[in-house]
C-alpha cells in the first residue's frame, strides 16, 4: 500500500478516536475502572484473532520485539487509567483537545531531543498552530485550567502516548504491527486482571444494553481497528506525520458528543477546529 493511501485510513482512525470519549463518559458511571479495563483490553484481545486469521500472520514474538511489547502494554494501561480519571472527574471534550493537541507536540520534541532531527518551518509553524487551536477549543484563557486534577490526567495521557508512538514507530522492524497490537492487549490482559481478580469482574453482564454498545466500540473500533491503522502509519509515514493527524481527533469528538451526548457545538470549538486542520497541512508541507 503506498504511503497516500494511509491518509483515508488515517482520518478514519481519528473519528473512531474521537468518537471514544463519548463511549468512554459512558463507562465511567457504569463499572470500577479496573473491571472496565480489564474487560477493554480483553474484548480487544479476541478482536485481533480473525484479523491475524486473515492475513494469515504467524504469532512469531522473540526478544527483540518482546521489549517493545512489554513497554507499550504497560504505557497503554496507564494511559487507560490517565483517561478514564481524566474524564470521571472532567469532560470528554476536555481530554479530547487537551490530549490530541499536546500529544502530537509531545512526540515532535521526543524526537528532536532523542534523535536531533531537524524542525523545518513549517512543522514548527504547524505545531503552533495546532497548539493555538486547542487553547481556543477549551477556551484556555486562564493558565489555573491546567492544574485542576482532570486536566492533569489528560496532560499525562498526552506525554504517555507521544511515547507509544515513537515505540510503535520503531517496532515494525522487529514485528508486525497487527501482531504487535495483539500482543499488547493479551500481556496488558494479563496484568490487569491480576490487578482487577478481586473485583466482581462478572459485573459488567448485569449491566445496560449502552454500556455494552460503549464497551464493545471502545475496545474494537476505538482500540483494535483505529490503534492499528494508527502503528501501521506510524510505521510507514513517521511518528511525526502521523501524530499530526492527532490535531483533528477534537473535531470527531465534538462531532460525536454532539451526536451522542446531545452537547453543544459552539463558534470557538469551530474555529479551533478549523486551525487544528490548518496544523495538519502546515506540519504535513514538505517545502
Known amino acids: 500500500m503506498k504511503n497516500k493511501h ?18 468512554l463518559k459512558i463507562l465511567t458511571y457504569s463499572a470500577e475502572l479496573e473491571v472496565i479495563i480489564f474487560w477493554r483490553f480483553f474484548i480487544m484481545s479476541i478482536s485481533f484473532i480473525p484479523i491475524l486469521i486473515f492475513l494469515k500472520q504467524p504469532l512469531n514474538l522473540n526478544k527483540s520485539s518482546l521489549k517493545f511489547v512489554i513497554s507499550s502494554s504497560i504505557l497503554n494501561i496507564a494511559f487507560m487509567v490517565s483517561s478514564f480519571m481524566g474524564v470521571k472527574y ?3 471534550g476536555a481530554g479530547g483537545v487537551i490530549i490530541t493537541s ?3 507536540i509531545m512526540t515532535f520534541l521526543l524526537v528532536y531531543i532523542i534523535f536531533k532531527n531537524k524542525l523545518s518551518l513549517y512543522q514548527v509553524l504547524g505545531i503552533f498552530t495546532g497548539l493555538v487551536g486547542g487553547f481556543i477549543l477549551l477556551e484556555l484563557n486562564d493558565n489555573s485550567l491546567f492544574l485542576n486534577g482532570s486536566n492533569i490526567y489528560f496532560l499525562l495521557c498526552a506525554i504517555i502516548w507521544a511515547a507509544v508512538t515513537l515505540l510503535s514507530q520503531h517496532s515494525h522492524l522487529h514485528i508486525h504491527p497487527v501482531l504487535y497490537s495483539f500482543y499488547i492487549s493479551i500481556i496488558a490482559s494479563i496484568i490487569t486482571f491480576i490487578y482487577a481478580y478481586s473485583s466482581n469482574l462478572l459485573s459488567i453482564f448485569s449491566l445496560s444494553f449502552e454500556f455494552w454498545i460503549a464497551l464493545i ?3 474494537i473500533l476505538g482500540q483494535s481497528v483505529a490503534t492499528t491503522i494508527y502503528f501501521i502509519a506510524s510505521a510507514k509515514l513517521g511518528s511525526q506525520i502521523t501524530s499530526s493527524y492527532m490535531f483533528l481527533v477534537p473535531i470527531f469528538a465534538l462531532f460525536c458528543a454532539w451526536l451522542v451526548l446531545g452537547e453543544e457545538i459552539k463558534a470557538h470549538l469551530l474555529i479551533g477546529g478549523f486551525l487544528s486542520i490548518l496544523a495538519v497541512y502546515f506540519i504535513n508541507k514538505k517545502h
Not at 9 to 20: D, P, R, S
Open 102 to 104: 499536546i500529544s502530537p
Open 90 to 92: 472532567g469532560s470528554a
Open 217 to 219: 466500540y471502545l475496545a
Open 6 to 23: 494511509f491518509i483515508p485510513l488515517l482520518i478514519l482512525a481519528m473519528f473512531l478516536w474521537g468518537g471514544g470519549w463519548s463511549a
